[in-house]
């Protein structure tokens, strides 16, 4: 017997959060009614028009459970066999009412010789059989002369004397209760014996209805238990001889949907996934772009939604978002997903209860860091105790905006991230640390190289069989003196601040002080990311490098750069389309220039929307004229470009590298342009195709008396104070 069987998770009736009505248009009849009713009564009474045991196909786990718990269920239909299609229903009703006794005890039989020709079907027969014989479940049949039996009323008893009543035109069938498109038009008014005096009164009046069939009917309906001759039909299905045997076929039936469609995983997925299990189903992915980490993470937690745990998936962007439903539904397509967040009113979705409800039912919910950081969203996921959280992008979730969800206890955690740490963050890295662990389970770097298949004998480099190899280059370029001035007057602040506290780097807190120097060393930062002469390179750059087939991705820091960037260049280059790409367009338009640009040669200047979650596999070059020190923002961008494409055979990086004047030295100084500048052009060019670039890096570096290094100083991270 499961753990789910021996233990209700709630106490009774009462305490189920219950809507006054239902429909399948807006509901999950069977998640968001039947299943938790189910699960805390000990008694299901239904009187319905016809039946189909094809229910059990949804509800089968859920009406085992119930009766190995001891519940019993007692049914009475019709027994008339209803006619395929809506016309020949028609014709049905109207030959109800001129059919004998002799004629309706008959057709029962005809119902159960049908259903046997359908394997679905006969598995359901041997379950019902099985459960009859246990004595869990009684089959009564309602005929009436002259007319049709046709009441739909449904009735959960407790331990507490309390119930819940439910009428409405459903059916016992799987059309009736289905959430697919093709269901009836049903709907189910709910009555609780402990509302006001009017449903009250309401649900003990069908009760009393209820209790009057099952003791033999009304005046003009008689009510019997099944006989001898249907029966002996049911008594062929002999394929079960205890009710547990019933539930691998019955787990099928509810969970088959859920199973994800056949994709073969690469071995190093595997590995992957197979060290997120061994550190207990809880831990960072730190995989490359283009290694399939979604489907990775996918993959990691089919289990864990195959038994009905609620899968939540957080990601930061709405470009990711609607990635990762595309994915979802690829994927498992038949699994319900409730959208939160990109344009999604999730508080308006009628069956949003089902999503956080104990029912273990396979379900998912989509959710942006931005919504699920809302007060809202947090108080109603967390009524699940019991949830699997996957986070894309998951630094992001360690932002003072953004850390809120991570107070939940989940039951697995996966994060994702080419590089997960947030440098500079102390607080953001212990919330990160508690729901995923203090390491990333899973490195795979994008120099790393990759078994594909087990028995591979050689591995194969990121660089060159997932991404495109690519070329590095830079171009310097030097502040303007008013530039200047304020780089050193701010640096002059800064060494101030450090002087009145020497260790301050070395407590990653969030005091008064390093939040005066967080901000100081943004501010100067920005004068760097703004430089004007960058604007001069672009021009130099395209002017000197552009290819007349070329598809390239200007990156700049603001809708300011990005203006003057793109004025210049359709002024200097009319002949070449220079496009626009920034998150204040309309979704419309953002389609039209990843179109147009997949389509042709082109330039588009861009601005941060482009760091995480929208690929132009297409683009062949890219111009750095953002200055961030940030690995996770530069590996993005990095990683635009080097998608594979059709006809593509490598992409050039090209970078735009602030310094100062050629007679400042800045080894003393603390935090200088040129460490900070190169440090991030070292990285780019020891992966690239002409990783011998790195001589002129260094000769810059010695030119202004510094070490080339990476440091975690030059990683400051600001997007925490742009979020």
């Not at 101030?496 to 260790?503: G, M, Q, S, T």
């Amino acid at each position: 017997m499961t753990e789910e069987v021996k233990t209700c998770q709630k106490s009774g009736l009462r305490d189920l959060d219950l809507l006054p009505e239902y429909n399948p248009d807006d509901n999950d009849i069977i998640a968001e009614l039947y299943a938790p009713c189910l699960r805390v009564s000990e008694r299901y009474d239904r009187a319905v028009g016809f039946f189909r045991a094809s229910i059990y196909r949804e509800l089968g786990v859920n009406l085992l459970d119930f009766a190995i718990r001891g519940g019993k269920t007692r049914l009475i239909c019709s027994p008339d066999l209803p006619e395929p299609d809506e016309n020949a229903a028609r014709e049905g009703y109207a030959l109800r009412g001129n059919r004998t006794f002799e004629e309706q005890e008959t057709s029962l039989v005809s119902v159960f010789e049908a259903m046997s020709s359908s394997p679905d079907e006969a598995e359901c027969l041997e379950m019902l059989r099985l459960l009859i014989e246990k004595g869990s479940f009684d089959l009564f049949i309602a005929t009436r002369p002259g007319g049709i039996f046709h009441r739909k009323i449904g009735l959960f008893a407790d331990s507490n004397g309390d119930m819940i009543v439910f009428s409405g035109s459903g059916n016992e069938t799987q059309k009736a209760v289905s959430t697919e498109d093709w269901v009836n038009d049903e709907e189910f008014d709910i009555y609780r014996s402990w509302g006001d005096d009017f449903e009250k009164k309401k649900a003990q009046r069908k009760a009393d209805y209820l209790d009057k069939l099952l003791k033999g009917g009304t005046k003009r309906t008689r009510v019997r238990p099944l006989n001898e001759v249907e029966r002996e039909v049911l008594n062929r299905f002999r394929k079960y001889s205890s009710l547990e045997d019933c539930r691998p076929e019955a787990e099928k039936r509810l969970k088959l949907s859920a199973e994800p469609v056949a994709i073969n995983l690469r071995f190093y997925q595997e590995e992957a996934i197979s060290a997120w299990e061994k550190a207990s189903c809880r831990g960072i992915l730190s995989m490359a772009t283009g290694t399939g980490k979604t489907i990775t993470a996918l993959f990691a937690i089919r289990q864990l939604l195959l038994e009905g745990y609620l899968i939540l998936i957080l990601v930061p962007t709405e470009a990711l978002f609607k990635q990762w439903k595309e994915n979802i539904v690829t994927l498992y397509p038949e699994i319900p997903i409730l959208l939160a967040g990109a344009g999604n009113d999730w508080k308006s979705n009628d069956s949003k209860r089902m999503y956080i409800s104990d029912v273990r039912l396979p379900r998912m919910i989509l959710a942006t860091m931005r919504t699920a950081s809302s007060e809202d969203f947090f108080d109603f996921v967390g009524q699940n105790k019991e949830i699997v959280l996957i986070a894309d992008e998951v630094h992001r979730l360690g932002s003072t905006m953004q850390r809120r969800i991570l107070q939940l206890k989940f039951k697995a955690a996966i994060g994702l991230s080419a590089t997960p740490e947030r440098l500079f963050d102390k607080e953001g890295n212990e919330a990160l640390a508690r729901a995923f662990g203090e390491k990333s389970v899973y490195d795979l770097p994008m120099n790393a190289k990759v078994k594909l298949k087990r028995d591979d004998e050689r591995d194969v480099p990121v660089i060159g069989y997932f991404l495109s190899p690519y070329y590095y280059d830079f171009e310097l370029v030097h502040l303007a003196p008013t530039e200047l001035e304020q780089w050193q007057d701010i640096t002059l602040k800064i060494k101030r601040e450090i002087a009145k506290n020497p260790k301050i780097m070395d407590n990653f807190d969030s005091s008064g002080d390093l939040n005066r120097l967080k901000f100081l060393l943004i501010e100067r930062a920005r004068i760097v990311k703004n430089a004007i002469g960058k604007v001069d390179v672009a021009e130099k750059i395209v002017s000197e490098r552009y290819p007349k087939d070329g598809r390239w991705i200007i990156y700049c820091e603001d809708e300011n750069q990005l203006n003057m960037v793109t004025a210049r260049l359709r002024a200097s280059h009319p002949n070449i389309p220079i496009l626009t790409y920034h998150s204040k367009m309309l979704d419309i338009d953002l389609l039209g220039v990843w179109s147009y640009f997949e389509s042709n040669p082109s330039i588009i200047v861009s601005i941060r929307c482009l760091d995480e979650g929208v690929d132009f596999p297409a683009a062949d070059g890219a111009v750095i004229l953002a200055s961030s020190k940030n690995p996770r923002e530069y590996i993005q961008r990095r990683g635009r470009v080097l998608r594979k494409a059709k006809g593509k055979k490598s992409a050039q990086i090209i970078d735009a590298i602030v310094v100062p004047p050629d007679d400042m030295n800045e080894k003393d100084l603390p935090f200088s342009i040129i460490r900070s500048e190169l440090a991030r052009a070292y990285v780019f060019a020891q992966d690239s195709f002409n990783p011998e670039v790195t001589h002129r890096l260094w000769r810059v570096c010695e030119s202004y008396g510094v070490t080339l290094q990476t440091d975690i100083l030059l990683s400051l991270q600001d997007e925490e104070w742009e979020e």
